[in-house]
């Protein structure tokens, strides 16, 4: 067996380990996009580093772009084989990888004006809107700590991770030569303690480990400070200061974590009398997915369904589709608060209601999740006093505001306690991907501190070749 790391080696993005048999047949791990601004990653993503009709399955461990993003690109390139995943993945994925679609066209239609004008050749999208609706009919959904028998060779089995809705850690039993290696990839990591999903289950001992190391070295604030802040910031903004707190926000994961937050201060009565507007058709087609999925919920969850029919809705609480009703909002006066799409402030309707409110200090621009350097949230939470919006300069005079507890990854603390349902001493090798070098060097150091040993943090495009375990 060899194991080849395309993405997500020594950065945080772009997730794609591919194993290969000595059958011949391989076995993608996860499918992701590189994600930055614009088409700046257009050419990295173009570049596979392999034959996509050569992949017989892809295991699929959540549905974030990072992770998923890539899959209709194989689809349009001639990939066939069979994407396998959990029920809940698979539902997101029908929405998620159909909005990556559309703003695949929308960025070039914007880079073609520019080569145009230029007179250099336009260029096509890497997948369309169409391309993504036609990769669905691959896509096995499988519930959790159900084995699958992909054949008689290979065998997975997904358990919740708590990253995602629907996100587990995909267990592979691989026979080559009558004898069997399991091979643990953990995708993402979530926390220890999440507003709506159940806590990281653990996962039977493994020979080869691949895990994640976004947050190797930091520790989050406990949630539970994360709501009393948030209560904070809205009394500021909304009662004393009388204004709008605008909330950019991930359309999935944060966004439901923040509403049921809300929802549950309503319940309380603990919210002001107010609207809240959640303005992103992504989160709106979301929420309804995640109401689908209960069996991901953790029991404070399933305890207010006891007499909350809704947890992500409540009298003051609106959900926005239209661009009409969108375009509303800037003339709306009155004290609100308005999360929307996307989380970094690079894309979205999210970059309008900033345009809006940014320059009035009665305001509050609220940061609930990492923001990449460079792109806008980053600026912002750096202390630029002037940013660009749609190419007009913009004074920052909105107070920023931020609450780190929400992130949905786990810190090194969390990450450890999740894989402390290993035995260090049976597993063969352990292999560090989607994180910054540096972050990832911390992190070794605090597993071997945990007892776990033969770690190696693989270079991009690296390939290790993998003897049959006796």
């Known amino acids: 067996m060899k194991i080849k790391f395309i993405g997500a080696a020594r950065e945080v993005t772009g997730s794609k380990h591919l194993i290969t048999l000595e059958s011949g047949k391989k076995i993608l791990l996860d499918c992701g996009m590189f994600q930055g601004k614009g088409m700046e990653t257009d050419a990295s993503n173009r570049k596979l580093g392999f034959d996509p009709k050569e992949i017989d399955h892809i295991i699929l461990t959540h549905a974030h772009i990072d992770h998923s993003g890539l899959i209709p690109y194989l689809y349009k390139l001639g990939f066939r084989g069979s994407v396998i995943c959990s029920n809940a993945t698979r539902d997101l994925c029908s929405i998620m990888l159909a909005d990556s679609g559309h703003i695949q066209e929308l960025d070039v239609k914007w880079y073609n004006k520019k080569m145009i004008k230029k007179g250099l050749e336009p260029i096509d999208p890497i997948y369309t809107t169409e391309d993504a609706k036609m990769s669905m009919e691959l896509f096995i959904g ?149 109401r689908m999925h209960t069996e991901c919920f953790n029991p404070e969850v399933l305890k207010v369904l006891e007499h909350d029919k809704d947890p992500f809705g409540f009298n003051s609480l609106h959900y926005i589709t239209s661009t009409a009703d969108s375009k509303k909002l800037n003339s709306y006066k009155k004290p609100c608060i308005i999360i929307s799409a996307s989380g970094m402030m690079e894309a979205g309707r999210i970059k309008h209601h900033l345009a809006n409110n940014i320059s009035n200090p009665q305001n509050t621009i609220l940061v609930v999740g990492y923001c990449a350097p460079r792109t806008l949230g980053a600026r912002l939470v750096n202390g630029e006093k002037e940013v660009s919006i749609f190419g007009t300069k913009y004074g920052v005079n909105a107070e920023i505001a931020r609450i780190e507890a929400y992130s949905g990854h786990g810190d090194y603390e969390e990450m450890i ?18 994180g910054d070098y540096e972050t990832q060097q911390f992190y070794k150091g605090q597993l071997e501190n945990a007892g776990f040993a033969n770690i190696e943090i693989p270079e991009p495009m690296s390939e290790v070749e993998i003897p049959t375990i006796p």
């Open 142 to 290: 499988v519930a959790y700590n159900r084995k699958f028998y992909i054949d008689n060779q290979v065998k997975v089995k997904f358990t919740n991770n708590g990253h995602l809705l629907g996100a587990g850690t995909a267990l592979l039993e691989i026979t080559e030569n009558g004898k069997t290696t399991k091979l643990a990839y953990t995708g993402d990591i979530g926390r220890q303690s999440s507003k709506i999903l159940k806590t990281p289950s653990s996962f039977a001992q493994c020979d080869l480990l691949i895990t994640e190391s976004t947050y190797g070295n930091r520790l989050h604030p406990h949630i539970a400070n994360a709501e009393e802040e948030l209560l904070k910031v809205v009394n500021r903004t909304c009662v004393e200061k009388k204004g709008k707190l605008i909330i950019p926000s991930f359309a999935i994961g944060r966004t439901q974590d923040i509403v049921f937050t809300l929802n549950n201060f309503f319940n309380a009565g603990l919210l002001p009398k107010i609207q809240i507007f959640v303005d992103s058709p992504l989160a709106v087609n979301a929420t309804s997915i995640f």
């Open 417 to 434: 306690t999740f894989l402390k349902c290993q035995d260090p001493k049976a597993i063969q090798k352990v292999f560090l991907v989607h």
